[in-house]
């Protein structure tokens, strides 16, 4: 399934994956009062003269509220109290009603032809639905770098349409990150090999690419689009390598990215790349030492409201075991380390996955392994008198190697967050999975487990993308392995989707 030069790892351990059960909230129903005593009949006299129980015709006793009642009183106490049982039973019943199916699906197999083979990375949406998204390779060693390709929605169909071919040389190779939409249209995005062939690799140290469709009328189709490269990393003082993050635009413009390794010390950079004179000038904001200050940065960095930068290494920190980082700019960009991972089920090691943010500032990420599950974790960093609190959302179930959240998190509007594992689930071939706030701990519901029936998987395998969400709910994603292409060994990858 490889490509030439590749030395990322394989992720096909296999695992299970135990959910923790939710209490059931009709458990502590109960239609009996605290303070409910036993029924009492009440002999009353009316205007001074006894009588006899049962015998008044004007009256009758009322067993369920323990007095004597006129028929129409009692009349309307009844209906009063079969309205409670209504209720109560209503009640019951919506509590009772299981979570809505999800529908899983998917929508596009690739073949290791033309197409391209490895989806790697996740996918970009626009305004009409249509997917965006890059393979890593093609099936045959040596035979294509990559693709950009969009899935374009017709109804409840697709049509998959190649975009650009990369061909390893000045232009890149081998995409990793997704493709971010842009001014006016346009795809951005970067590749971690090819570019300038004077690089210390002989693959290349990787580029960042712009790509826009044709400015004339295509007389063929697919209509392939126009490449332009940005930046080519030299593999020196300007990163090497970058990683599986997205590009970030800013309100003016620029673009901001990580590479995985260069920099002043090799342990990797953030950078900015700022419009000038019809071209691009890199600025590198921070070279990683690999040492306290972290290694490795393979997501991409966020912005808050004030500017500030954020971002995760994979390796260093005070255990090596990867930190989140933010960088503030004054005269210079300054890091401050938020936290520095260690080994064990505290918070987990090793977040490769960048983090989102809310409207609260608050921070989210994963972990790729530890917890007390073994199978990495979701956290939440909180601003809080001057510094952050580190809060352990979730610790997923697995224990491989590299096997927990590799792409980002993704929350919806009701602050639920989704993911993808790479290699944990029921089954060890990864998973969907959506976490929703409770108190004093977060749900965990799996949207989808892969490989159910083991190989050949062909819902897919290995999905290290993050989610995407369209404007009626549907979820997407891809799984770099498994589907129907027989060009590949164990399948050249799918796009899937989910539906509520």
């Given at each position: 399934?490889g490509?030439?030069?590749?030395d990322?790892?394989?992720?096909?351990?296999?695992?299970?994956c135990r959910?923790?059960?939710?209490q059931?909230?009709r458990a502590?129903?109960?239609?009996?009062?605290?303070c409910?005593?036993?029924?009492?009949?009440?002999?009353?006299?009316?205007?001074?003269?006894?009588?006899?129980?049962m015998h008044?015709?004007a009256?009758?006793p009322?067993?369920?509220f323990?007095?004597s009642?006129?028929p129409?009183?009692?009349?309307?106490a009844?209906?009063v109290?079969?309205?409670?049982l209504i209720?109560v039973?209503l009640?019951?019943?919506?509590?009772?009603?299981p979570?809505?199916a999800?529908?899983y699906?998917?929508?596009?197999?690739f073949?290791?032809?033309?197409?391209?083979?490895?989806?790697r990375a996740?996918?970009t949406?626009d305004?009409a639905?249509?997917l965006?998204?890059?393979?890593y390779?093609?099936?045959?060693?040596?035979?294509?770098?990559?693709?950009?390709?969009?899935?374009?929605r017709?109804?409840?169909?697709?049509t998959?349409?190649?975009?650009?071919?990369?061909?390893?040389?000045?232009?890149?190779g081998?995409?990793l990150a997704?493709?971010?939409?842009?001014?006016y249209?346009a795809l951005?995005?970067t590749?971690?090999?090819g570019?300038n062939?004077s690089c210390?690799?002989?693959?290349g140290?990787?580029?960042?690419?712009k790509?826009?469709p044709s400015?004339?009328?295509?007389?063929t189709?697919?209509c392939p689009?126009?490449?332009?490269?940005l930046?080519t990393f030299?593999?020196s003082?300007?990163?090497s390598?970058p990683?599986?993050?997205?590009?970030?635009f800013?309100?003016?413009?620029?673009i901001?990215?990580?590479?995985?390794?260069?920099?002043?010390y090799?342990g990797?950079?953030?950078y900015?790349?700022?419009?000038s004179g019809?071209?691009w000038?890199e600025?590198v904001?921070y070279?990683f030492?690999?040492?306290s200050?972290?290694n490795?940065?393979?997501g991409g960095?966020?912005l808050?409201?004030?500017?500030?930068?954020?971002?995760?290494?994979?390796a260093?920190?005070?255990?090596?075991a990867?930190t989140?980082?933010?960088?503030?700019h004054?005269?210079?960009w300054?890091?401050?380390?938020?936290?520095?991972?260690?080994?064990?089920?505290?918070?987990?090691d090793?977040?490769?996955?960048g983090?989102?943010?809310?409207?609260?500032?608050?921070?989210?990420?994963?972990?790729q392994?530890?917890?007390?599950?073994?199978g990495?974790?979701?956290?939440?960093?909180?601003p809080?008198?001057?510094g952050?609190?580190?809060?352990?959302?979730?610790?997923i179930?697995?224990?491989g190697?590299?096997?927990?959240?590799s792409?980002?998190l993704v929350?919806?509007?009701a602050?639920?967050?989704?993911?993808?594992t790479?290699?944990?689930?029921?089954?060890?071939y990864?998973?969907v999975?959506?976490?929703?706030p409770?108190?004093?701990?977060?749900?965990?519901?799996?949207l989808?487990?892969?490989c159910a029936?083991?190989?050949p998987?062909?819902?897919?395998?290995?999905?290290?993308?993050n989610?995407?969400?369209?404007?009626n709910?549907?979820?997407?994603?891809?799984?770099?392995?498994?589907?129907?292409?027989?060009?590949?060994?164990?399948?050249?990858?799918?796009?899937?989707?989910?539906?509520?």
């Open positions: 399934m490509v030439s030069g590749e990322f790892p394989a992720f096909f351990p296999t695992h299970s959910v923790r059960a939710k059931d909230p502590s129903f109960s239609l009996a009062s605290d409910a005593g036993p029924l009492v009949y009440f002999n009353s006299s009316h205007f001074g003269k006894e009588e006899k129980a008044n015709k009256r009758f009322n067993m369920l323990g007095t009642l006129r129409d009183s009692a009349a309307l009844i209906m109290l079969l309205l409670f209720f039973f009640f019951l019943t919506l509590i009772a009603q979570a809505q999800q529908t699906r998917v929508i596009y197999n073949t290791g032809g033309q197409d391209g083979a490895d989806p996740g996918l949406i305004r639905g249509n965006y998204g890059t393979a390779g093609t099936a045959y060693l040596g035979a294509g770098a990559g693709t950009v390709y969009q899935l374009k017709n109804g409840s169909s697709w998959f349409n190649s975009l650009y071919s990369f061909t390893g040389g000045s232009d890149g081998n995409p997704r493709v971010i939409l842009g001014p249209g951005y995005g590749t971690p090999f570019g062939p210390h690799d002989p693959l140290c990787g580029t960042v690419f790509l826009r400015p004339t009328a295509c007389k189709l697919p689009w126009t490449e332009t490269v930046h030299l593999g003082d300007d990163g390598t990683g599986f993050g997205d590009l970030l800013d309100q003016t413009g620029n901001y990215g990580t590479t995985s390794g260069g920099g002043a090799g990797g950079t953030v900015e790349l700022t419009p019809g071209g000038t600025s904001l070279s030492g690999g040492g200050d972290g490795t940065p393979w960095v966020i808050d409201n004030a500017g500030n930068l954020y971002g995760t290494t994979g260093g920190g005070l255990s090596n990867g989140v980082f933010q960088l503030v004054s005269m210079r300054t890091e401050n380390i938020l936290r520095s991972f260690a080994y064990g089920s505290d918070g987990g090793h977040p490769f996955a983090l989102i943010i809310d409207q609260s500032g608050n921070l989210y990420g994963a972990t392994e530890g917890g007390s599950g073994s990495g974790t979701v956290f939440e960093l909180s809080s008198g001057g952050w609190t580190f809060s352990l959302l979730y610790s179930r697995g224990g190697i590299n096997c927990g959240p792409g980002s929350m919806d509007g602050g639920n967050l989704y993911g993808t790479v290699c944990d689930g029921r089954y060890g990864g998973s999975f959506k976490l929703t409770s108190r004093p701990y977060w749900t965990y519901t799996s989808h487990d892969f029936g083991g190989p998987c062909s819902d897919g395998t290995g999905p290290i993308s989610v995407v969400f369209d404007a709910g549907n979820l997407y994603g891809t799984a770099e392995a498994g589907g129907s292409g027989t060009a590949c060994q164990g399948g050249c990858g799918i796009v899937w989707e989910i539906t509520p």
